[in-house]
């Protein structure tokens, strides 16, 4: 997925640094250090939004902040729909299960890794 853009979006788009790890275009990032961004990771309580598109260390990316919308999110595994979603490793989203940092809630059911699934950001 190259380039990414929102279904609905109420929030913000906020331009930012890549830090250390590339960024896939659609998934989950979050801050790493001071106005840089690498792929989310599991169960991240530093999520800032989704990446607009894909982009090298160092480059500037537009960040679709997590205010709220209907995103187009990268699943790592079966997530049933409804199910309350964690970010997970690689930006990927998973069902929270036993984790704690709830960034949305599943409009669609996937079935495998891979699959990509609306999700309402909370």
């Known amino acids: 997925m190259a380039d990414y853009l929102p279904k609905f979006n109420p929030g ?11 960024v896939i275009g659609g998934r989950l ?4 250090t001071a106005n840089a961004i690498v792929p989310s990771g599991a169960d991240s309580a530093k999520v800032l939004g989704v990446a607009a598109q894909d982009a090298a260390v160092g ?3 537009t960040v679709f902040a997590r205010s709220g919308g209907v ?3 990268t699943a790592s595994g079966a997530i049933a729909v409804g ?10 989203i998973a069902t929270i ?7 949305g ?15 309402l950001f909370i």
Do not use: W
């Open 12 to 22: 913000a788009q906020v331009p930012l640094t890549v830090g250390a790890t590339p």
């Open 29 to 32: 990032v979050e801050v790493s």
């Open 59 to 61: 480059d500037r990316v």
């Open 71 to 73: 995103h187009r999110l």
């Open 83 to 92: 199910a309350r979603v964690i970010s997970a490793a690689a930006g990927k």
């Open 97 to 103: 299960g036993a984790g704690t940092n709830a960034i």
């Open 105 to 119: 809630i599943a409009l669609e059911a996937a079935a495998a890794d891979n699959d990509v699934i609306d999700v």
